[in-house]
Structures are given as C-alpha cells and as structure tokens.
C-alpha cells in the first residue's frame, strides 16, 4: 500500500480523539464487552505508549501509564502526539522491536498503529451509536495485516490451529483475493470494509451470507 502512513495515523487519531471530545466516555462499547469509551481511549493510549517504546527502546515491555481521570481526550492526544513524533524522526527502515515477520523496524508500527486507531474509532462511534466507514484499499491493506501478520502469528504461538481449509478473502469493490490456510478454498466475497469487520468479529457472518463452511474459519482466523 502506497501511502503516506504517518499522514494516515495523525489523521485516524485526531478522529479518535475527536469522538472522546463529544462522546459519553460512560457508554459500553459493544466490540469489548465491559469497557467504556474511556476504557477504550485508556487502551488505545496505552498501546501508543508501548509502540513507542517498541520503537525507540528495542524491547516489548515499555509501560503503559494509566489515563486521567479527568481530560481522557488532551491524555489520548498527548501519547499519540508522542508516538507521530517517534515514528516521523525514525525512517521507516530503522531497527525496532515488533510482533511481526522480518524485517523488525520501524513501519511496521506505522501500519499497526493506523489499523489499531481505525478499528477502535469505529469501536468508539459504535459505543455512540454511530459507525466509521473504511476507505476500501486502508480495510483491504487490514485484511492482508491479518493474513500476513495476525493469522500466522496466532498459529505460531499456538492460540489457534492451522485452518483445516483454504479462507479465500475476495474483496469485491477492489477485485482482489488472497487466501488463508490450505485445502479446498471455501470462499467469503464482500465489501473490503466487510471483509475486515468479519475477521476482527466486529460483525455477523450470517449479516453478511458467508458460507456456512466458512464462518468457523473466519472465527479460527483471528482469535481475540
């Protein structure tokens, strides 16, 4: 995906903070059942703080300090403010600890931290019964981050078996495909937006018409 990511991430977090701003910070979010809006700021916060810190420090235990109770908002901008700076004065090539595959630098917390915002900014409208649109290539270029770094990950760490059957992803605005797993291909075509909604559980196979034969898979895919 040919895109400014860091451009994307000031964007995707000015959104967020922008839904704390005029949310109920009280509302439940559906997608994370007994959290709050303020709960989900406090997470997404800590999260930046922790990339941060993968990034500048080489190591996974950076701390995540908890957010005020009063202010959550100027609290969420202040540690992503800090991560944007982080990652625009690295280039995208320099060494840092990450989850994912080879190579270990720097942009691979640049796309995991738009998908990170993106995802839990429609996880906060939701809490305010509203809901995000995904542009289609950003949710496609999710999908392949579950595909490529997610699902494998989540195998090798034994949270889940290897899928039984292929996981064909069509993503039927953008006319591209790619599969999960080995076998027969049972096939899932929807919407990019759709398709990353699916995987993340944030919505019903059966709303969508998946096969039958693919909606175990679509829940072996990504454990939460």
């Known amino acids: 995906m040919n895109v400014d990511r860091l451009a994307l991430l000031r964007t995707a977090t000015e959104r967020f ?3 704390l701003d005029d949310g109920d910070l009280a509302a439940p979010v559906p997608a994370c059942p007994g959290w709050t ?5 406090e997470h997404v916060g800590g999260v930046h703080q922790w990339a ?4 500048v420090h080489g190591t996974p235990d950076g701390p995540e300090g908890p957010a005020p109770a009063t202010g959550v908002a100027d609290w969420y901008r202040a540690q992503a403010a800090h991560l944007v700076e982080v990652l625009a004065e690295r280039p995208a090539d320099a060494p840092a600890w990450t989850f994912g595959p080879e190579p270990q630098v720097a942009e691979f917390w640049q796309r995991r931290q738009v998908h990170e915002v993106e995802m839990h900014t429609w996880d906060a409208l939701a809490s305010q019964g509203r809901r995000l649109a995904f542009e289609p290539g950003l949710a496609w270029d999710g999908v392949d981050e ?5 699902y494998p990950r989540q195998v090798r760490l034994g ?3 290897p899928l039984p059957r292929t996981l064909r992803l069509t993503a039927t605005d953008l006319g591209r495909s790619l599969d999960l797993g080995e076998g027969d291909p049972v096939e899932v075509a929807a919407p990019a937006e759709d398709l990353l909604l699916l995987l993340w559980h944030r919505a019903a196979p059966a709303s969508y018409g998946v096969p039958p034969e693919a909606v175990p ?3 072996q895919a990504l454990t939460p």
């Open 52 to 55: 941060a810190h993968a990034v």
């Open 146 to 150: 579950v595909a490529t770094v997610f």
């Open 37 to 41: 809006l303020a709960d989900l700021a």
């Open 17 to 19: 903070a922008t839904v």
């Open 159 to 161: 949270r889940t078996d």
């Open 217 to 219: 898979l679509l829940a």
